[in-house]
């Protein structure tokens, strides 16, 4: 252990052409942390991540993994360091099967040669994944499509695993089998960056919550004291 | 019609649909990838074409061999061709007309490579010596060339292999990958920047090879990769661009066309019916005949 932050960002600015999205963002994640972002839809939050995991190429400051810095790395090699970035919209390659998907992520030669006894471990955990393994993704509906997006971010071993809105556009029961999954995670020590646009599901995974409004963090704190203050939850994130 | 129409219908469609298919294959690999026309695959045959002539020509060695070094040369010139033509333009991708400028600067490279050849080689045909040589009779009066027979079965081998390519191994998924969702397939940890070449080279090595065959029946010249660059294209168009399956039946459903056109109306009749069906078709079928309005990746 190194005793550094698992992730630090500081003064981030990212963007895509010529908006700004993100500006002088900070945010530190320690080690076997969950840190859930919270905050309204389009102020920053995807952007955030697609910068920490490097789709979107940061025009200032700086991405530590660990004490690494990886700021303007490309996402292929920022994933080699063990970064797991399950992207909004779950990222699946519709045309593959099921089990194609999550061949792909052990996808890193090192992770490659585990890859039929990490399918087991998936199939065994998700058998919602493990019944639909010879279909194609795009035939999948929204809940199975997002487990298939979390069985495929666990084939790899990761140091750190960015989730973006887990719950978005599901069923209540799939939105629970999802929250298990986390819940799951949370409790082997990985650490966890969520991104959510309220506290409806998180309280029971949250360590940290950091409220991301205009592309930078308005408050941080421990999910029991940002929820617990009405001022906070009215102004921000609506009723619980 | 009679017996030997048919059989020498299959016959026909069989080695035509064959070679339009691994000459069209990597076009379709290609476009559902890197979502460009790569104007330098005819050159790729056309490369293949003169190989076959150096190796069992000049130097009087073994097919195998010929197959092997085209395969060879040919996947190197194309990696060359995609980091020379291509690559420079993907990080501007978004904010150029990026098929069109491929379309054009892959189109260059061909013409440099055609020229090259005539300026080394001189304008002269060469005849490229059988792979086989020999025919079989199929059936009475429809007689089948091994050239021919070999040309068709190689052309088969290679597509299915790179159909369990694609499905089987790592590298092939993550071509697949790349050509389905790019970012994704980046946070998996795909170097994009290597995979692009080597898809590019791939599919110029599988034009090479048919280059070698299509020497032998023909000639090998410095022009000799313009029709398969053509034939090519409207594989991949008719076929709906981007997708492999569409690209096998689109070849194997021309070489039909192409030979019962033939055989009932004769070979001076048989390129205006084939263009004629594929002009209806398209009009019908916009998409080709397995693509897709948001066009089909792999």
Redesign the interface.
Known sequence: MTGEPMLQVAALRAGYLDTTVIRDLDLLVHTGEVAVLIGPNGHGKTTLLRAI???IKPSAGRVLLEGQDVSGW???RI??LGL??A?QGD??????TVE?NL???A???AS?RNRRQEIARIYEQFPLVAARAGQRARTLSGGERRLVALGRALMRPSRIMLIDEPSLGLAPVAIDAVYQAIGNLKRSGATLVLVEENFTHVGAVADAVHIVEMGTIIASGPYAALSADPAIVRTYLGSL | MVATDIVGIAVTTLILGSIYGLVAIGMTLIYGTLRILDMSQGSMVMVGSFIGWGILVVAGLNPILAILAAFAATFILGVLTQLASVQPLMKRRSAIDFEMVTFITTFAVAMVLTNVALELLGPFQRNVTSVVSGSISVYHGVNLPYQSLTMALVSIALMAALGVFL?RT?WG??I??VA??L???????????KLYPLTMGLASALAGVAGVFLGGLYFAYPQAGDLPLLEALIVVIFGGLGSLPGTVYAAYAIGLIQATAEVIVGTTWSLPILYTVILLVLIVRPHGLLGKPSE???
Do not use: K, Y
């Not at chain 1, 990222?91 to 593959?96: I, K, Q, R, T, V």
């Open positions: 995991s490097g789709i490309p996402a292929e994933s080699t797991v970035h992207p990222g699946l390659f519709g045309e593959m194609e061949l792909m992520g996808f890193p030669s490659w | 499905a790592r998924l993550a697949r990958a389905q969702d970012d994704a397939a980046r946070l998996m940890g795909v170097p994009v920047g089909a990746r792999l």
